[in-house]
């Protein structure tokens, strides 16, 4: 008899992409982080999957970059959610994530302490995504250049972020 594993949370999901980025970023070697680039083989895989057809730019990061994508998007995704789940419809600001000056100031950080900041950031947004109850799910907000989005929305995008780059980060790190 076949059976089948129940459909993992976005908690669930959320946190088993997190620790899979954790365990590729310390394993590998500090130059690595800010040296690797994409193969030309792997950027053509990439491009056509998960979320990166609408962000392509990123697939040009080194590990360390990836790094402080994950560390801001944290940041922002924890704050989003937090606004979703106690004001009534707000407005929620743009992120840019491939914005020159934001991708440059990840280069000032230096990767044990841009690891620890990511390890803080991630394990913020997870409690956050934890303790969304299914009925605020379909809470609503309006994303300023994106418009109408709900609770829900944003849970269900945060695991296949995490993975995307949890795929790029391994193909960076071979």
Not at 80 to 97: G, I, K, N, S, Y
Request: aromatic share 4%.
């Amino acid at each position: 008899m076949l059976t089948t594993a129940p459909p993992r949370s976005p908690a669930d999901a959320l946190a088993a992409h997190q620790q899979r980025v954790a365990e590729l970023l310390t394993a590998a070697p500090a130059a690595a982080l800010r040296s690797r680039r994409l193969p030309d083989a792997q950027h053509v895989r990439l491009v056509g999957s998960g979320h990166f057809p609408a962000y392509a730019a990123e697939l040009a990061w080194t590990p360390h970059e990836v790094a402080g994508h994950l560390r801001d998007s944290a940041l922002v995704f924890t704050a989003r959610v937090a606004r979703l789940r106690t004001e009534d419809d707000p407005l929620l600001p743009d992120f840019d994530p491939t914005a020159a000056d934001r991708v440059a100031g990840y280069a000032t950080v230096p990767p044990s302490r841009l690891l620890d900041e990511l390890r803080d950031a991630q394990a913020g947004l997870l409690a956050a995504v934890r303790d969304v109850p299914d009925a605020d799910r379909a809470r609503t907000g309006r994303h300023a250049t994106d418009g109408a989005l709900t609770l829900g929305d944003v849970l269900d995008f945060l695991p296949g972020h995490q993975r995307d780059h949890a795929e790029q980060l391994a193909a960076l790190l071979r």
